[in-house]
């Protein structure tokens, strides 16, 4: 059996190509924000929650510095910027993009003490934006008010019991905002199944009308 020369020699030059370009790709030729993480598209709000999400640039974070030369915790506040990297104390530039809270709180106590500016030193790292993602906000006339956790297809009225419902004072209607789009829905069909029961996403706000309004 004859094999065509040329389509043969075609995709041998093809794949020597593709080679040559693995491995001789340089680091100035890589792509400066191939770091950032993704998700998986199945990524559940469990996952965000017990802090698994790597930072991300544009993340705020707050480190708070823990060690017996300071006068007591140090807390410094900061924006992973495009390239992973937060500025601290003594220490300048920290990279921790496409790190999890926990894996870049080792990276920053460790580069302290190889430093040598701390013999000991012990590192909290806070998320700001992984909080808000796991969370919703409820105000006006509720039982309790300020955020609350959200679980994966948590519905409206759950949101509200969870809260601890609405209070004597309102009218049984809520006003929810998403993305600065706010829907109002009357509970009390919702309680007799004459309406949906709309599901709730992180981020959005509850707020329960006084009956005055």
Request: with cysteine.
């Amino acid at each position: 059996m004859k094999i065509p020369f040329l389509p043969f020699a075609a995709a041998a030059a093809l794949f020597a190509s593709g080679c040559a370009d693995l491995f001789s790709s340089s680091p100035a030729q890589a792509n400066p924000y191939a770091w950032r993480p993704q998700l998986p598209v199945a990524a559940t709000l469990d996952d965000l929650a017990t802090g698994t999400r790597p930072l991300r640039s544009d993340d705020r974070v707050t480190v708070t510095l823990h060690a017996t030369a300071l006068d007591g915790p140090q807390r410094h506040e900061d924006i992973v910027d495009g390239a992973g990297y937060i500025t601290l104390p003594l220490i300048n530039d920290v990279r921790v993009g496409g790190l999890t809270t926990s894996e870049a709180e080792k990276v920053i106590a460790d580069t302290y003490m190889k430093n040598g500016i701390y013999n000991k030193i012990a590192v909290t790292v806070v998320c700001q934006d992984m909080i808000q993602e796991q969370t919703y906000s409820v105000t006006g006339e509720m039982s309790k008010r300020g955020l609350f956790p959200y679980k994966e297809g948590m519905t409206l009225l759950e949101a509200v019991i969870q809260a601890g419902d609405l209070t004597k004072f309102a009218n049984g209607t809520v006003v929810l905002t998403r993305n600065g789009v706010s829907t109002t829905y009357d509970l009390d069909r919702i309680r007799r199944g004459k309406d949906a029961d709309p599901l709730i996403r992180p981020r959005d706000i509850i707020e329960a009308k006084p009956k005055w309004m």
